[in-house]
């Protein structure tokens, strides 16, 4: 009995104890897991996701799916800019080989960052204009063949590359917005210090930096735009801070001829008659600045000083510069020398032009109508008799000249000469044939 009874006891105790201490079933500790939603809400399964796993998702998305997944929401946006910020994405995802030989392996690089600048253009869609520049450029800043003078290879994509992804982002953007990228890239790539270095030097003192400057300018600010307003913006804003002598020697670092091996052929200008072709780009741009409302006489300042850069230009350059321009400017450039009394430069650049007509195949009608027009411009009848006087003289001693430098010996600029002569005869024929014809109906 008194077995039982401690048996008892002993039972009631520890049924007392159950009932005071219940049992308490202890788990090992839980590794912590850091989920994307810590300071938000999570309002979608992809906030419940661990940040590796959502990294693993993004990771099997092309460039521009990743672009179109980024305008979802707000959060999805911040969290794709997370992941294109890190390491391991840039140095996967941004293509740094630009060094290719054949255009066809140049053509990926440029829709590739296309599609960049449609990723970068979409996730920072929300951000102010100023953190937009910053956050998408820190990207790009190291890289060589986006920088100036860093990038030592002539046949390099880089500049083609970065002009695609800028225009792919700021396309649609309202002026001041593209005011603030002109000087965010400035800052960023000094650029005007460099432009001023360029342009305050003799021409061809400094090639290299001549060509890079080219280079930058065009492929990155200038060529990518197709329509003529945007075109029109960035030529305006890289000639806006300099007085006339210098921009008209940045148009031609931008847009004068180039040699073979691609530096530019400044002495051409002045020593020798160049090919059609090779000033089409420098009068497509004067074209665009006349066009932008300059008034006649700032037209005609920007004109005199670039054709007199390094030195003044050989007469059929000057030309043919004024046929590629067109009717207007060419009119307005000699009406303003005939009214100055220049009559002997304005018969000698008039036989040039006809001589440029002949040479290019462009109508002869187009020039009797350009002399009838600065005939119209004196306003007495001894004075237009004059100036035909002195037209009719200028083909003659120009004839004479050719003829002599072509008897004078038989090398190849000899050769050029006499058929320049046979050119000159043949364009004096034509203009008669028409001047008269348009007289006598």
Known sequence: MVRMKKASRHVGKNTL????KPYKRTLPPARTIMTRSQCITPTSFFHRLPL???????????????????????????????????LAWQNKTIIQSFHHSTCLERRPNIGYYRNLGLLFKRC???????ERLKFIFSKFSRMPCFMLEQCLVPDSTGFCSYGVFLQTIIAGWDEMECHRVFNFLCDLTNLLQKIEAVITAKPGVRLHQELQLRLFCRQVLLDPWLNQPEYLFWLTQLLKPWP????????????GPLLPEGTLSWQDLVDRALPHGALWDLARAILMLFGKGLTSDSRLAILEELIAIPQPWHMENVARLLVLCGSSLCYTVLARKALNGQLLEISRLIVYILLVCEKDGCHMRWAVKLVQQICRVFSTAPERFCFIRQLENMFSELTRECFEFSVAGNRLEDRETFQNLCILLDSSAHFHTKFLHMFLK
């Open 17 to 20: 104890v159950l009932k005071s």
């Open 52 to 86: 590796e796993v959502f990294h693993m998702i993004l990771d099997q998305l092309s460039v521009l799916e990743i672009s179109v997944f980024s305008m979802v929401s707000k959060e999805i946006s911040r969290s794709v800019m997370g992941y294109i910020s890190t």
């Open 124 to 130: 920072t869609l929300l951000l102010p204009t100023k």
């Open 244 to 255: 006339m002598v210098n921009q008209a020697h940045l148009l031609l670092i931008l847009y």
